[in-house]
């Protein structure tokens, strides 16, 4: 296995084959936006699960932790499903749901500063990943809703 990083998400280049979806842009060698943002979800799902192993083994801990991992790694396998919608409506309704994922995680990682599991400082890369993330969903959603009849 090469020790290579991947640029992307600065994690080892495991060479995970591609999904199969067809895409116009199976032509092209370029990476498209959207894988783009695959990957980043992809990373901010694995940074999600890291910062769940650094939660107390305590019953609130523990509780926090299901409840975060499932949020936080849900919005990468949701996308995957946008990006192989059978309609607009359909990719609209995916990427709401990654939406939702992903605003549900940020009322998590505020409970874990709030009740002092874990620091802010400790969490501020993943808080501020997760605010972007929000942000590039929500203007997908309302590109896909404009540009379509």
Not at 69 to 97: C, M, P, W
Not at 98 to 108: H, Q
């Amino acid at each position: 296995m090469s020790n290579v990083l991947d640029p992307l998400t600065h994690l080892p280049n495991l060479n995970f084959p591609e999904r199969c979806v067809l895409r116009p842009s199976d032509m092209s060698t370029m990476v498209s936006k959207a894988d783009l943002l695959e990957k980043r979800l992809i990373s901010f799902a694995a940074s999600i699960v890291s910062l769940s192993s650094s939660l107390p083994k305590t019953p609130q801990g523990r509780h926090v932790c299901s409840q975060i991992l499932r949020s936080g790694t849900a919005s990468a396998a949701n996308y995957g499903e946008a990006r192989g919608a059978e309609s607009r409506a359909d990719f609209i309704h995916k990427l709401k749901v990654v939406f939702k994922e992903l605003n549900e995680t940020t009322i998590w990682l505020q409970l874990i500063v709030e009740s002092s599991l874990l620091s802010a400082e400790t969490i501020v890369a993943i808080v501020a990943e997760n605010r972007e993330l929000c942000r590039i969903i929500a203007a997908s959603i309302k590109t896909a809703r404009g540009s379509g009849g």
